[in-house]
């Protein structure tokens, strides 16, 4: 059900709107291979990855940065 | 009650002095510019309590607008012609943000080419915007109707803003008396605005303007639809509350001589008051000309006019705008709505003058229509 105006009447709602839907490549961490640089975590603009290198999927947009930041080539992009 | 020969500017900004909004963001643009003088100074001399936000376009000033109505308070605004194009973008968020916001407008030409005169182009360019559009015939509707449209737009029912349409100049800048109703009667009237669905309060946080995804979008305009309709209703009513306090009657559509009529004239605004004169005169030799007044042009009445033009053997509808090719949106809508033998009249096109013989030579082209639209008033150069 739409409110009047559409109006938004709880705060945080915008976490419901599952962004990771939007991906056409996943990355994928081998983290036998990662160095702990926290390039991908600096670099991620979604802030999707956490300081144990977990990607956040429902968030996680595809956009490959992370992959092109990797100065070791642990993550790839897949088509999902 | 006090009686002062006022324009339909200073009608309208006495009017907001009684409505009492909290914040006025305005940008001055002719015809309108002494509304937003005259407000100036009643801020300034401490008449009216109210933010005066010297904005730098009508785009900011209606977006102030839409950001203060947010916030849970009265707004006004006013503008004209280019700068209700420039507003264009806002008036649809203000409307589906649900703002009653009421804002008056000064009826002027839509360049090109150029022109500062009266005709409705701007006003009907935004017609499906979701603001209710009323169209003053003198003064003391203007005055009237930006009071009745702050009770109806803030009805819980309605929740639209509205749009109080007077010609430019032709009311704007003419001086007639107009009665400026008792405050204590219009606070009776008009009680403070208390919003329910978007206001600020840090304690019940809320968003306003989110996106909205597929799964949303169509019903919120649907549900502005439905506002829509259930808002000639209202209008009625805060009609006749108005009436019982301060006297004057107003509908949805005024009928003048429509009763027996078989030629009925059709059209908005100042105009009227022309085409009375000649429908007096008509009548004096037994002519039975009648005249329905279009005062409110969204919501679209069309149950009123279909009422009143049922007698009718044929139907002039008068139209100062022009959708290229299928004439005038009061001509189209009308069509659209109900089977009439109804033709369609451009007229007073960027300020070109009506005149009585143009009405009578509108009649006669009822009783013998060669086309279904034509442009009245051209002047033909002499070869």
């Given amino acids: 059900m739409v409110t009047i105006g559409a109006s938004v009447k709880e705060p945080g709602s915008s976490r419901k709107n599952k962004t990771g839907s939007w991906r056409t490549f996943k990355p994928l961490l081998d983290k036998d291979k990662c160095i702990d640089c926290d390039n991908c975590i600096l670099f991620c603009p979604e802030g999707c990855i956490n300081q144990e290198y977990d990607i956040d999927y429902d968030y996680c947009k595809g956009c490959g940065i992370c992959a092109e930041e990797c100065p070791v080539k642990a993550i790839k992009m897949e088509r999902d | 009650m006090v009686l002062k020969v006022i324009s339909a500017n200073m009608a309208v900004a006495e009017a907001v002095k009684l409505a009492k909004p909290l914040v006025v963001p305005v940008y001055p643009i002719t015809p309108q510019t002494s509304i937003s003088e005259y407000l100036a100074q009643f801020v300034a001399d401490g008449e009216l309590k109210a933010e005066y936000i010297r904005v730098e376009s009508e785009h900011s000033a209606i977006s102030a607008a839409v950001g203060a109505s947010g916030t849970g308070v009265r707004v006004f605004t006013a503008t004209s012609s280019q700068g209700m194009a420039l507003m264009h973008e806002i008036l649809f968020a203000a409307a589906g943000l649900r703002n009653p916001i009421v804002l008056a407008n000064a009826n002027r030409a839509l360049s090109a080419p150029l022109s500062i ?3 409705h182009q701007d006003s009907i360019s935004e017609r499906d915007s979701g603001w209710m559009q009323i169209y003053a015939e003198n003064g003391q509707e203007a005055l009237d109707s930006v009071i009745i449209s702050y009770r109806v737009s803030e009805d819980k029912e309605v929740l639209l803003p509205s749009m109080v349409c007077s010609d430019g100049f ?120 009648g005249l329905l007044r279009v005062r409110v042009f969204r919501p679209f009445p069309h149950d009123e006019i279909r009422e009143a033009l ?24 009308i069509k659209a709505k109900m089977d009439v033998n109804a033709y369609g009249f451009i007229v007073g096109l960027g300020g070109r003058d009506i005149r009585p013989q143009h009405i009578i030579e509108i009649i006669n082209k009822t009783k013998n229509p060669t086309t279904d639209v034509q442009w009245i008033g051209l002047i033909e150069e002499e070869i």
Avoid at chain 2, 182 to 203: I, M, Q, S, T
């Fill in chain 2, 310 to 333: 049922k007698g009718a053997s044929q139907v002039a509808i008068l139209d100062k705008n022009i959708s290229f090719g299928v004439g005038g949106a009061l001509y189209n809508d």
């Fill in chain 2, 170 to 289: 032709i009311l704007t800048h003419t001086v007639e008396p107009v009665d400026i109703p008792n405050p204590e009667d219009v606070d009776k009237f008009l009680p403070p605005y208390k919003p329910e669905h978007a206001f600020l309060d840090p304690k019940r946080p809320m968003s306003l303007g989110t996106f909205t995804d597929p799964n949303y979008y169509m019903e919120a305009r649907h549900d502005m639809e439905l506002a829509m309709e259930r808002s000639k209703k209202i209008i009625e009513k805060a009609n006749q509350e108005f009436a019982d306090i301060f006297g004057r009657k107003y509908g949805l559509v005024e009928k003048y001589k429509c009763e027996d009529a078989e030629t009925i004239l059709v059209a908005m605004g100042s105009l009227c008051s022309t085409i009375k004169d000649v429908i007096d005169d008509l009548r004096s030799h037994g002519e039975k000309v």
């Fill in chain 2, 117 to 119: 005169w009266n005709d």
